[in-house]
């Protein structure tokens, strides 16, 4: 069975690392970049933040290219700032299209003094500075399952290897 | 009516920086970079010239973000080496999905010798030396119907106003 693995999480914290990681850990996979899919609207553009329209475009598009790649038998991993209600939905598109695949669903999470370290290690046109922190409330605001937070705070890159498994074999992490 | 333009033709051509403009031409676009959309496939991947079965995943994928993209209401550019039977079964898939939409192929042409001097201006990494050549041959080999090459091998960057028009209004283009 094929596996769709959201990561998500606020700015800064690590997603694009984990989720290329992951991505080449498989025979198999696909690697979708939330922030791509939606910077392909030009005309009309708008940041997630401001258009709820132009958001559930991205998931629409983000869905049906999941949607291929399982039937291709390719696990997915997709690297986006998911909140609750995006993923329930995106889940119900999916699991309505195809019969046969999970969904692991992990918001990755540091202490805020360590978003913030990591944020300022990122090239310059990629740090968020303080918005970061605002993300991290708008997980907590949305009501996340505790269940879903993968505090990442003391792990080194070194322990991605560690990280990887906990992804993948965590039973706390199935959608 | 929107539109979905079809920006094909050999690598080194000018896709991308004509594809762009063109997007931005339009109050409400998307622009799909097919290069893009086939390296998404990570454990796996394999060139489309060498894998049948992963360009034919990569077309469905575009033809799923096109009709998402005509159906939000906005005009799409697609940039990628697109051949004549491809762009057959996308138009097919396509108007299978949305009644009311226009396609337009593009394929921009020009000198060997030309494609070789705009090949090497390119940032190295994407270089494709004599590689070009063996693309226009194919397009050649494959039957592609004259009335669909736009030759700019005498046109300048600034004549890009003019290729756009040319490409929104010459009737000739229409698939």
Chains 1, 2 share one sequence.
Not at 12 to 41: C, P, R, W
Not at 60 to 84: C, G, K, R, T, W
């Amino acid at each position: 069975m094929n596996t769709i693995y959201i990561i998500s999480g606020p700015a800064g914290v690590g997603k694009s690392t984990t989720s290329k990681g992951l991505a080449v850990q498989f025979d198999n996979s696909a690697y979708i970049e939330g922030d791509f899919i939606n910077h392909m609207v030009i005309g009309g553009y708008l940041p997630p933040w401001e258009s709820e329209e132009l958001l559930s475009l991205t998931w629409e598009n983000i869905a049906d290219l999941s949607i291929n790649f399982v039937q291709a038998n390719m696990n997915v991993i997709i690297d986006y700032v998911a909140f609750p209600e995006e993923v329930e939905k995106f889940s119900q598109k999916i699991y309505a299209e195809v019969k046969s695949v999970e969904i692991i669903y992990v918001v990755l999470w540091v202490d805020s003094a360590e978003l913030l370290r990591r944020d300022a290690l990122r090239f310059k046109e990629h740090q968020m500075g303080v918005r970061c922190l605002e993300l991290m409330n708008d997980f907590e605001s949305k009501g996340i399952d505790k269940r879903f937070l993968y505090n990442t705070t003391y792990l080194q890159p070194s322990d991605l290897d560690e990280i990887f498994l906990n992804i993948r074999e965590n039973p706390s992490f199935k959608y």
